[in-house]
């Protein structure tokens, strides 16, 4: 019997610095209703969906950094949302900026997973921290993930979700094999993935015109390599001047895109999958338990940075 599911993706046009959780979560409460619409039970939202992109600028004030995040999920302004999705009956995927208390102070670049009943069943913190933490004044927009976050303490999990082994990732995440590949490991079928992905890049702005041809190239190989589904979704157009890309899409286990958005806007894609398709990868082309062999795959785990051999000795 086949393992279907209707999923969504809720891709989100431009957060302003001035907008509050409220009208955001506004726009949210809007695209859940028409995914319900549309049979959804799975809706996708992008990565830091709750506020504009802040990493863009450096901020001194820390009181004013935390205010773009959440001490408590669900917080007195994201209640809403779960209520509204558990009446609707449909689960969600949200990334937020995370504050957490529990052991000293730190802060996340998180995702969650809520099941249909309002209920969360995952958390994922990002691993792959983009940018830089030094501070680059003469860059009109700075990417400071890596001074704003910690690196994930969770690593990539699976969770039995939504019928079948579900897992999360954010944004540049996307780009390394290794995520991809640790969830395959423990079967994953379902991949989520939230996004905020500028076009123009000021450390290689000749590869600007590649923005979305690589964005989806990562995410489809991931899906063909595992054999999973993977679902990317994006904030999206001019965000206070820096213009993202878009593109979210719904990608088989084959690599093929199945959905994809159109506009730089508030837009819901939408597909039935099946996640028995996987298994037309994962036992056919590439079937773990007959053809990898870990024994030859050492450096991956032991070593961080590429060391070229040694040059020979002159005679």
Same mark, same amino acid.
């Given at each position: 019997?086949?393992?279907?599911?209707?999923?969504?993706?809720?891709?989100?046009?431009?957060?302003?610095?001035?907008?509050?959780?409220?009208?955001?979560?506004?726009?949210?409460?809007?695209?859940?209703?028409?995914?319900?619409?549309?049979?959804?039970?799975?809706?996708?939202?992008?990565?830091?969906?709750?506020? $504009?992109?802040?990493?863009?600028?450096?901020?001194?004030?820390?009181?004013?950094?935390?205010?773009?995040?959440?001490?408590?999920?669900?917080?007195?302004?994201?209640?809403?949302?779960?209520?509204?999705?558990?009446?609707?009956?449909? &689960?969600?995927?949200?990334?937020?900026?995370?504050?957490?208390?529990?052991?000293?102070?730190?802060?996340?670049?998180?995702?969650?997973?809520?099941? !249909? $009943?309002?209920?969360?069943? &995952?958390?994922?913190?990002?691993?792959?921290?983009? &940018?830089?933490?030094?501070?680059?004044?003469?860059?009109?927009?700075?990417?400071?993930?890596?001074?704003?976050?910690?690196?994930?303490? $969770?690593?990539?999990?699976?969770?039995?979700?939504?019928?079948?082994?579900?897992?999360?990732?954010?944004?540049?995440?996307?780009?390394?094999?290794?995520?991809?590949?640790?969830?395959?490991?423990?079967?994953?079928?379902?991949?989520?993935?939230?996004?905020?992905?500028?076009?123009?890049?000021?450390?290689?702005?000749?590869?600007?015109?590649? !923005?979305?041809?690589?964005?989806?190239?990562?995410?489809?190989? &991931?899906?063909?390599?595992?054999?999973?589904?993977?679902?990317?979704?994006?904030?999206?157009?001019?965000?206070?001047?820096?213009?993202?890309?878009?593109?979210?899409?719904?990608?088989?286990?084959?690599?093929?895109?199945?959905?994809?958005?159109?506009?730089?806007?508030?837009?819901? /894609?939408?597909?039935?999958?099946?996640?028995?398709?996987?298994?037309? /990868?994962?036992?056919? /082309?590439?079937?773990?338990?007959?053809?990898?062999?870990?024994?030859?795959?050492?450096?991956?785990?032991?070593?961080?940075?590429?060391?070229?051999?040694?040059?020979?000795?002159?005679?």
């Amino acid at each position: 019997m086949a393992r279907t599911i209707v999923v969504g993706g809720a891709q989100m046009g431009p957060i302003a610095r001035s907008d509050t959780r409220t009208q955001v979560i506004e726009r949210q409460i809007a695209l859940l209703y028409e995914a319900k619409a549309r049979g959804c039970e799975l809706v996708v939202f992008p990565e830091l969906a709750l506020t $504009t992109f802040f990493p863009r600028w450096w901020l001194r004030d820390q009181a004013e950094v935390d205010d773009f995040f959440e001490a408590s999920m669900p917080s007195p302004e994201t209640q809403k949302l779960f209520d509204t999705a558990r009446a609707l009956g449909i &689960g969600f995927y949200l990334g937020y900026a995370e504050l957490d208390r529990t052991n000293g102070v730190r802060h996340f670049n998180t995702a969650i997973l809520v099941d !249909q $009943t309002g209920v969360i069943v &995952g958390k994922y913190r990002k691993v792959h921290l983009p &940018g830089h933490a030094d501070h680059r004044e003469d860059w009109a927009h700075q990417h400071l993930e890596k001074h704003y976050f910690d690196v994930s303490d $969770t690593g990539f999990r699976v969770w039995c979700a939504f019928g079948g082994n579900v897992g999360m990732a954010i944004c540049n995440d996307r780009r390394w094999p290794e995520t991809y590949r640790v969830m395959g490991l423990q079967g994953v079928e379902l991949v989520l993935i939230g996004y905020n992905t500028p076009i123009a890049d000021p450390e290689v702005p000749h590869h600007d015109h590649l !923005q979305g041809f690589h964005n989806h190239l990562v995410m489809q190989s &991931g899906a063909y390599q595992n054999g999973t589904f993977v679902v990317g979704v994006a904030k999206c157009g001019n965000e206070e001047g820096s213009t993202m890309i878009g593109q979210s899409a719904i990608i088989a286990p084959t690599g093929e895109i199945v959905a994809q958005a159109t506009t730089m806007a508030d837009e819901l /894609i939408t597909a039935r999958i099946d996640l028995d398709l996987c298994y037309d /990868i994962k036992d056919r /082309i590439f079937n773990f338990a007959a053809h990898r062999q870990p024994q030859h795959y050492g450096l991956i785990t032991e070593r961080k940075g590429a060391v070229p051999p040694s040059a020979p000795a002159a005679r």
